[in-house]
């Protein structure tokens, strides 16, 4: 964290002076990367390949809470998230933009902590930062990344694909983003009640860096090219299972069968959220923000990744007239229902 002892003024630097001050720890390393912040607009060159675009939106108070939301992780999570959504296309990323709108409660050097998060996980990707804007907010903080990728036209995985007999298929594990969120809530509150009491997450580092630090899924897409595999609809998970799954099941007009007992949970994550009274089952089918991708292959694929401790099969495709169901450990069938986080709830 920055030293708030140590604060730059941002009138003292302007917004020109913001974007210069930031753009010298920024370097460009991609070939399609011909020009980037210092311009108009940046120019990439994909040499004939289909150029794919995904932009998110991170508002304080909606997407984050910076009284337990450290600002290097925030930074580092605004590009996560945007970097899943090409992979979720079997894309390469390859640039972002970064945009900021912040008000004036912050100094440079907590810009430079958000910044520092984004060029870490850039680095990581091996992905380009090439351009963005800045801008006062009396909003709190504004974060909208925008994030650039390419594939061949060929290699281009889509939502509405899925067969039926097809299998579904999730990467990682689900639900420990959701519980992360639910034990940093608690401790919030605790602290708010008394400020002296040091927040518990012993033990719980694994579902507290789901939430804070997500990894979006680049391995799984080379994985797939590894492996020779080409899925035939492919979908991140941001807002939970259940409503990823029917995303592709309608617009593939096809209909699914889930079993619950082949969702991949955490230990970690099934404990803590016994503790706080929660379904480990409902967490993942409904919490969101795992980021981990969910997609559907040929049966004639199953050979492949079977025994990949990293890929779990958990249902298949079925008839659209069948419906979305569940099947429960007890062999009871449940309708899944679409209860993932909304942006435009109200209490929010």
Known sequence: MFDNNEKTNLEQLGEFGLIEHLSKSIELKLNSSKKGIGDDAAVLDFKGKQTLISTDLLLEAIHFDLRY?????????????NLSDIYAMNG???????????????????????YAGALLACKKYDVDLVGGDTSSSKQGLVISVTSIGYANEEDIVYRNGAQEGDLICVSGDLGGAYVGLQLLEREKQVFLENPNIQPDLEGKDYIVERQLKPEARKDIVELFKHLGIKPTAMIDISDGLASEILHICKQSQKGCKLYEEKIPID??????A?????????????????????FTIKQTDYEKVKGNLDISVIGHITGESEGYQLISKSGNVHDITAQGWNAFSKGV
Do not use: N, W
């Open 274 to 294: 016994r503790e706080f009274g929660l379904d480990p089952t409902i967490c993942a089918l409904s919490g969101g923000e795992d980021y981990e991708l969910l």
């Open 92 to 114: 390469i990323a390859s640039q972002i933009t970064f945009s900021i709108g912040l008000s004036s409660r912050f100094p440079l050097e907590a810009v430079e902590e958000i």
């Open 69 to 81: 939301v450290p600002l290097k992780h925030l930074g580092y999570k605004a590009v996560q998230v």
């Open 267 to 272: 230990p970690m994550t099934y404990e803590t």
